[in-house]
């Protein structure tokens, strides 16, 4: 089957004995097959290394989402502390402030009784 298909491009030397080929149409067909598989070789190892490094890529921006996601989840949480924290404070404050009014009122209350 070969010989046959091979035989409408001319005399190839390689695969018939009977022919001499003055021709450099042996060569020629033996470059093209061998640039094509050459080629084609070259193209599997590219798109498997950009496949590969695609994956990769992939694998690293979701654990980049999933640091992310934690992290928002880490600040929404510290801005509940830091509001409670606040109202703490300001609690704290108010009943200071309230503890120095009831002692001025004890000492001027103790002042009119001397």
Known sequence: ???????????IPEFAKGCIDMT????????IAGG????AVISW???????KTARTHDDILQRIEKLEEKN???LAHLKEFAKYHD???NKI??????????DK??????????
């Open 1 to 11: 089957m070969w010989l046959s298909i091979l035989a409408i491009w001319g005399c």
């Open 24 to 31: 450099n149409s042996s060569s020629a067909y033996f470059g």
């Open 36 to 39: 094509a598989a050459i080629g």
């Open 45 to 51: 190892w590219m798109y498997n290394r950009q496949n």
């Open 72 to 74: 928002r989840m880490i």
């Open 87 to 89: 109202n703490t404070l």
């Open 93 to 102: 404050f108010r009943l200071n402030e309230n503890i120095l009014a009831l």
């Open 105 to 114: 009122k004890i000492e001027s209350i103790n002042e009119k009784r001397d």
